[in-house]
């Protein structure tokens, strides 16, 4: 699933139609994770973008006309800008054409993201936005606020980081990363985390995050970035995927964790 790095690449990525004038939209497959709205061909025919953004993994195009487009990626969508040469292939859903030349395509082989038009003013009113905790990259996320959120908590902090309405933007790959930047097990409970500790915590956080935009993001199986580069975060990978590396006298190890994939050092990543 694109996680914060690959939206934020894609985001960036999309600045070649800021701007530009929208004059028809092609809508191939009406039902992706949720219904495409039945009025957003209307709405954005003629509206001209006006800024690009990026709310946690929510990529948002705004509109000159006080709208904004709402594109999640869920867990295997991709956007992709083309010219006039254009030829639709397989899952491309959703097309926006302009009046450059340029296109705009979602395309979505698991059709697990969706696409949304709301008002912008009534973009924080959204559950799906309302619902998200601070972002990993917000300079207002503070050691303080992370503790008072997980000093009681009985779950690991693994999971705490994938918790989107504590911390937005993380995913499955970049927390284990994170925790390894940090040398914190994956398995502590949030309760036991001191505070010096989450410190050190966040700072990996941006240290990773940052890194990864750096290199475009990470292509594990499906993401590339608009022009169809593909990521290259995960050739930095520290333990993802990596069961078995050795990093000093330690190993890493491979465990499962609510379902999901957990990559980590035990000896470097202790619980003391």
């Not at 991709?78 to 395309?107: A, E, G, M, P, Q």
């Not at 022009?227 to 995927?241: A, E, I, M, P, R």
Request: charged share 25%.
């Amino acid at each position: 699933m694109p996680e914060l790095p690959e939206v934020e690449t894609t985001v960036k990525g999309l600045s070649v139609i800021l701007n530009q004038k929208i004059y028809n939209v092609k809508i191939h497959t009406s039902k992706l994770r949720f219904k495409i709205p039945n009025n957003i061909i209307n709405i954005l025919r003629n509206s001209k973008i006006a800024n690009l953004r990026r709310i946690a993994k929510y990529i948002i195009i705004d509109l000159d006309i006080n709208y904004s487009l709402v594109i999640h990626l869920g867990m295997s969508g991709r956007l992709k800008t083309v010219s006039s040469n254009y030829k639709r292939i397989k899952h491309d859903h959703f097309i926006l054409y302009f009046f450059n030349k340029k296109k705009l395509i979602y395309n979505d082989p698991r059709k697990f993201g969706f696409i949304d038009i709301v008002k912008t003013k009534d973009l924080q009113k959204q559950k799906y936005i309302m619902g998200l905790g601070i972002d990993a990259l917000s300079p207002n996320l503070t050691a303080e606020m992370i503790f008072n959120k997980i000093s009681k908590s009985e779950v690991p902090i693994k999971q705490i980081l994938l918790n989107q309405k504590l911390i937005a933007g993380i995913g499955n790959i970049y927390a284990s990363e994170i925790l390894f930047d940090a040398k914190i097990s994956p398995l502590i409970l949030g309760k036991k985390l001191e505070i010096s500790r989450i410190m050190k915590l966040i700072k990996s956080t941006r240290k990773i995050l940052k890194k990864a935009i750096q290199f475009g993001g990470s292509s594990i199986r499906d993401y590339r970035s608009t022009d169809g580069t593909l990521g290259n975060f995960q050739s930095n990978f520290k333990v993802y995927n990596k069961e078995g590396k050795k990093i000093g006298n330690d190993r890493v190890k491979k465990i499962v964790q609510y379902g999901r994939s957990t990559f980590y050092c035990p000896k470097l990543q202790n619980n003391n």
